[in-house]
């Protein structure tokens, strides 16, 4: 057992010494990334372990892992590797389109999802998110969020050899993998859990388990509840009468990375992932990852080493996969994950609840402060922007961002929470609330783009809102998501009331099987999911004839107007203006206000000429996309 030296030089030779031991000896490539990475390994895992006895051993497992999988990633990934090196900012293009679905419910099972790629490809996807789809418990399995193995697929919808088979089909029709890498927790029957219960060696630290509840009293003086419908505050007993450390529901027990042998147990599940030709890992849950006394136990600093560890631990051993935060959480708190040293991409929940929120009070303050404010990333990164997903909307704006228009964060987040379930008199939402804490009186939203826009309640603008609320979505920049069904105007599907496994989680209520009747109706006019799909694809393919839409750099734009909201994407030369008006009354956009712009301008969705010289009228819920010229 030795300690870790405070230094990279003195350990490197060493570390892959040992790793050699263990994995074989390192290739040219791989000595190469070894070389080019270990000094940015060391530090970090110094700062997480060095104070160990055994800290150098640890490091070198985690090095043997990174070699063995290197040693059997397949050559075909090994080409992307090398592809995605020379084309690092690959994801930023405005040809990038997202799509998530289940494959149980959207597609019956992988050969299911195969069978979609031509309908895939009409949509224009290039990145599709599988939720997802690992062994874990019958019934109840939080959609699939409680993991028993990382190595097999659920039997329901097929084999891991058919998910390497899917990849790489998907890879050949232009299109990338990407599958959730739930590394906060696993699921009570995953063998690691069922050993640490058992009290086996080596795997009694992998979860944090107590004696009694004086640790998790004292935990749970900063902690907060997460699902307060399932058991309350962050622990629950053990038949034994021991308590464990459970953030999600009871049978999700948290991992401890304070011992670092999870840290290397998780990186050679994520290695393996990535040999099955999976392209992005959606990070889960990354703000839980590390817990201390005292404090609220999300996104402390380690939550950051630990990312950017296995981040580094990739760039050797499968250099082009992609990280996703998933961190649903203030606005300061989401953008730190965002890096190329830790997650490239992001979902964007800011601007997805504000979108909302924006629709509610017809009012896009909030939504332009934002985009103003807290859109820019570093250089190489991206967002990845939806509607809506296959959670909750949780209002997490900050809340001193609300007083500078002298909004009352809380009591705003009720009104939002009274409108969108249908609470408020007038409200043309059909939501569904999820969580809803008495203690606190915090609640979160659910149901799908259409019900929530008003489709649903047949108000006679919901799908106007679907498609305003998808405009943007598509024309903020990074990578559009869409949650597959919501292009043909999917509706809440209330029987998850009726199956035990699902009664007591609301999130079910936006996750419909597969809408096939709505889908039949796509080409026709004349129904709700015609109007969506024809008014969707075609802001699609604006989109992907659009190169101003690549990459992520916005400005405001003042459209002198209450209910316009209005931003620029920059181009060279030209401009993407965009102005969307999230009232219920025309809006009257005077020519003043386009003094900065030659007059002539470009609808790029309707591909016509548009003249500025005299103003400009946009509908209620309607928007523009223009291209103009700025004059100097
Ligand atoms: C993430 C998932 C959510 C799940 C939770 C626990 O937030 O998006 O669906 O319930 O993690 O795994
Ligand atoms: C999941 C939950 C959401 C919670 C979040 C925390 O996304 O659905 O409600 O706030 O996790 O990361």
């Keep these: 057992m030795r300690r870790l030296s405070a230094d990279w030089r003195r350990d490197i030779d060493e570390i892959a010494r040992l790793a050699a031991e263990q994995s074989g000896p390192f290739d040219e490539d791989l000595a190469r990334r070894y070389a080019e990475h270990f000094p940015l390994l060391h530090p970090l895992f110094v700062e997480l372990y060095g104070d160990r006895d055994d800290g150098l051993d640890q490091l070198a497992a985690v090095i043997a892992e990174a070699a063995a999988s290197w040693g059997v990633r397949p050559r075909e990934l090994k080409l992307r590797d090398a592809a995605r090196e020379s084309d690092p900012g690959w994801y930023l293009s405005h040809r990038m389109l997202g799509g998530v679905c289940y494959v149980d419910r959207y597609a019956g099972s992988l050969a299911g999802v195969r069978d979609s790629i031509p309908y895939f490809q009409e949509l224009g996807l290039t990145y599709?998110?599988?939720?997802?789809?690992?062994?874990?418990?019958?019934?109840?399995?939080?959609?699939?969020?409680?993991?028993?193995?990382?190595?097999?697929?659920?039997?329901?919808?097929?084999?891991?050899?058919?998910?390497?088979?899917?990849?790489?089909?998907?890879?050949?029709?232009?299109?990338?993998?990407?599958?959730?890498?739930?590394?906060?927790?696993?699921?009570?029957?995953?063998?690691?859990?069922?050993?640490?219960?058992?009290?086996?060696?080596?795997?009694?630290?992998?979860?944090?388990?107590?004696?009694?509840?004086?640790?998790?009293?004292?935990?749970?003086?900063?902690?907060?509840?997460?699902?307060?419908?399932?058991?309350?505050?962050?622990?629950?007993?053990?038949?034994?009468?021991?308590?464990?450390?459970?953030?999600?529901?009871?049978?999700?027990?948290?991992?401890?990375?304070?011992?670092p042998a999870v840290f290397r147990a998780m990186t050679g599940e994520m290695l393996f992932l990535a040999n099955q030709g999976v392209e992005v890992l959606r990070m889960d849950a990354v703000a839980f990852i590390w817990k201390r006394l005292g404090t609220p136990s999300e996104s402390l600093p380690e939550a950051h080493l630990l990312l950017r560890a296995f981040n580094t631990v990739l760039r050797m051993a499968a250099p082009s996969l992609l990280f996703k935060s998933e961190a649903i959480v203030h606005p300061d708190e989401v953008i730190e994950y965002v890096s190329l040293e830790e997650c490239q991409l992001s979902y964007n929940p800011l601007q997805m609840a504000l979108t909302w929120e924006a629709l509610a009070t017809r009012d896009p303050r909030m939504l332009q402060q934002a985009l103003e404010r807290r859109h820019a990333l570093p250089p190489g990164t991206a967002w990845v922007n939806y509607v809506r997903s296959h959670d909750d909307i949780g209002w997490t704006y900050a809340d001193e961002d609300a007083a500078e228009f002298g909004i009352a964060a809380y009591s705003h987040r009720r009104f939002l929470n009274d409108f969108y379930v249908g609470r408020f008199p007038g409200s043309f939402a059909r939501g569904v609330p999820f969580q809803e804490n008495p203690k606190t009186g915090d609640a979160r939203v659910t149901g799908t783009t259409a019900s929530l826009a008003g489709v649903e309640a047949g108000d006679p603008a919901g799908i106007d809102r679907v498609l305003l609320a998808h405009s943007i979505a598509l024309s903020t920049g990074?990578?559009?998501?869409?949650?597959?069904?919501?292009?043909?105007?999917?509706?809440?599907?209330?029987?998850?009331?009726?199956?035990?496994?699902?009664?007591?989680?609301?999130?079910?209520?936006?996750?419909?099987?597969?809408?096939?009747?709505?889908?039949?109706?796509?080409?026709?006019?004349?129904?709700?999911?015609?109007?969506?799909?024809?008014?969707?694809?075609?802001?699609?393919?604006?989109?992907?004839?659009?190169?101003?839409?690549?990459?992520?750099?916005?400005?405001?734009?003042?459209?002198?107007?209450?209910?316009?909201?209005?931003?620029?994407?920059?181009?060279?030369?030209?401009?993407?203006?965009?102005?969307?008006?999230?009232?219920?009354?025309?809006?009257?956009?005077?020519?003043?206000?386009?003094?900065?712009?030659?007059?002539?301008?470009?609808?790029?969705?309707?591909?016509?000429?548009?003249?500025?010289?005299?103003?400009?009228?946009?509908?209620?819920?309607?928007?523009?996309?223009?291209?103009?010229?700025?004059?100097?």
């Design 478 to 632: 990074g990578i559009p998501l869409l949650y597959l069904g919501d292009e043909v105007a999917q509706l809440n599907d209330y029987s998850y009331a009726e199956d035990p496994a699902k009664a007591g989680d609301s999130r079910w209520v936006h996750r419909p099987a597969r809408p096939a009747d709505r889908y039949a109706e796509r080409a026709d006019a004349a129904t709700d999911a015609g109007r969506v799909y024809t008014g969707l694809t075609a802001l699609i393919r604006a989109r992907q004839e659009t190169p101003e839409f690549g990459g992520g750099t916005l400005v405001g734009f003042d459209a002198r107007h209450p209910s316009v909201l209005g931003y620029q994407r920059p181009g060279e030369g030209q401009v993407i203006l965009v102005l969307a008006n999230v009232g219920d009354a025309e809006a009257v956009i005077d020519a003043t206000t386009f003094g900065g712009f030659a007059p002539t301008a470009i609808d790029v969705v309707r591909g016509s000429d548009v003249d500025l010289a005299g103003g400009l009228v946009l509908p209620a819920h309607g928007f523009v996309w223009l291209r103009v010229t700025p004059v100097a």
């Design 128 to 259: 599709l998110h599988l939720m997802p789809l690992f062994e874990s418990p019958e019934g109840n399995s939080d959609g699939g969020y409680a993991v028993s193995s990382y190595r097999r697929v659920n039997p329901a919808l097929g084999t891991m050899e058919e998910l390497a088979a899917l990849a790489a089909d998907l890879r050949a029709a232009g299109i990338s993998l990407v599958v959730d890498f739930i590394f906060n927790h696993t699921s009570d029957e995953h063998e690691w859990a069922r050993q640490a219960v058992a009290g086996e060696p080596g795997y009694e630290d992998f979860y944090l388990i107590f004696p009694d509840r004086t640790m998790p009293d004292a935990y749970e003086r900063t902690v907060r509840e997460i699902f307060p419908d399932d058991h309350p505050g962050s622990f629950v007993q053990l038949p034994d009468g021991r308590w464990i450390w459970a953030t999600f529901y009871h049978f999700q027990w948290d991992l401890n990375y304070a011992n």
